[in-house]
């Protein structure tokens, strides 16, 4: 089966750094999304990996290793509204968009 | 019309009625798509139309029916609710099927 694994909760400081890890065991690859989902409301496209390596867009960076099957995104200098779930989610061979069950991310003063 | 608009943003729906959500775009885009989100489950895909007249099931499609009549509108059917259909709905659209997907606002669905 497929499967997409992130921690469900984490908690970090404000102005601190925190890393959000995603493995994936999917049929096939064709890219990895990053959302971010406030609470009540839509998910919202953060970033996306085909390539092996890191992408990096202003505070939130996005780091992709096909050969292990992981992904990370990397905040920066968080801020008190950075707290939301971020979601993780895989293109896989048939080009459909398997999703993990999303990291709630609290950041704390 | 900005974006993806989905109406109603919430309803109480009693137990075996028929329910039909609604989902507008206006970005022009080629496939639209039908989430339930539930807590601890993520996103799942109900249905999903890559291009205008054609429509495919996801992971989740048994009680809902989809139609794709032109490129904006894509509803989304529930012939008969059940409990186990309360969820929050999303309606997503891409340019093509690997492209980043879009989403509308939501409708809360509770069913009882």
């Known amino acids: 089966g497929q499967n997409i694994d992130q921690p469900t909760e984490m908690t970090a400081t404000e102005g601190a750094i925190v890393q959000i890890n995603c493995t994936y065991q999917?049929?096939?690859?064709?890219?990895l999304f990053w959302y971010q989902q406030h609470a009540g409301e839509a998910p919202t496209f953060l970033s996306y990996?085909?390539l092996d390596g890191l992408e990096e867009k202003g505070r939130f960076s996005s780091f992709l290793s096909r050969s292990k099957g992981y992904s990370y995104l990397l905040l920066k200098e968080l801020q008190m509204k950075d707290s939301a779930s971020y979601l993780c989610?895989?293109?896989?061979?048939?080009?459909?968009?398997?999703w993990g069950a999303g990291t709630k991310l609290i950041i704390k003063p | 019309i900005a974006g993806i608009t989905q109406a109603p943003t919430s309803q109480i729906l009693a137990a075996g009625r028929r329910m039909t959500l609604r989902c507008t775009q206006d970005?022009?885009?080629?496939?639209m798509y039908w989430y339930r989100q539930d807590l601890g489950l993520g996103l799942r895909l109900i249905h999903y139309?890559?291009?205008?007249?054609?429509?495919g099931k996801g992971e989740v499609p048994d009680g809902y029916s989809v139609s794709r009549a032109n490129t904006d509108d894509f509803p989304l059917t529930l012939a008969s609710a059940v409990p186990s259909q309360t969820s929050v709905y999303f309606c997503?659209?891409?340019?093509?099927?690997?492209?980043?997907?879009?989403f509308g606002p939501g409708t809360r669905l509770t069913v009882l």
């Open positions: 989610a895989v293109v896989d061979s048939n080009y459909q968009l398997i």
């Open positions: 990996n085909v």
């Open positions: 139309s890559n291009t205008a007249g054609t429509t």
């Open positions: 997503a659209t891409s340019g093509g099927s690997a492209d980043t997907q879009y």
């Open positions: 999917t049929s096939g690859f064709n890219g």
């Open positions: 970005m022009r885009h080629n496939a």
